[in-house]
Nanobody, 117 residues
Framework: QVQLVESGGGTVQAGGSLGLSCAAS????????VRWYRQAPGKQRDWVAT???????NYADSVKGRFTISRDNAKNTVYLQMNSLKPEDTAVYYC???????????WGQGTQVTVSS
């Protein structure tokens, strides 16, 4: 059974940094396109960043230049480094992995990020 587990969330002051991890088990992570999403209270879940199988990355305009997505396929893990955090970055962050062959998509349980002003 394929599972994703996010970790690394927490509380930080504005201007600070946090690093999130998304670890996969039960699969070969290298064939998955991985995306980070976030959902603030009372709002829809928004896309944050994508990393393709080959390592190409894309970011939402709101995080471009501040967040960095990366992957280590040997460790079956994708990371999201978040710098210069703002209060509006406060949300539950979710990892999503889509199998590039079967298109099956799986979600992690989410990790809370809180940025205080």
């Amino acid at each position: 059974q394929v599972q994703l587990v996010e970790s690394g969330g927490g509380t930080v002051q504005a201007g600070g940094s946090l690093g999130l991890s998304c670890a996969a088990s039960g699969t070969i992570f290298g064939i998955f396109v991985v995306r980070w999403y976030r959902q603030a209270p009372g709002k829809q879940r928004d896309w944050v960043a994508t990393i393709a199988i080959g390592g190409n990355t894309n970011y939402a305009d709101s995080v471009k230049g501040r967040f960095t997505i990366s992957r280590d396929n040997a460790k079956n893990t994708v990371y999201l480094q978040m710098n210069s955090l703002k209060p509006e970055d406060t949300a539950v962050y979710y990892c999503n992995a889509q199998n590039s062959i079967t298109t099956m998509s799986i979600w992690g349980q989410g990790t809370q990020v809180t940025v205080s002003s």
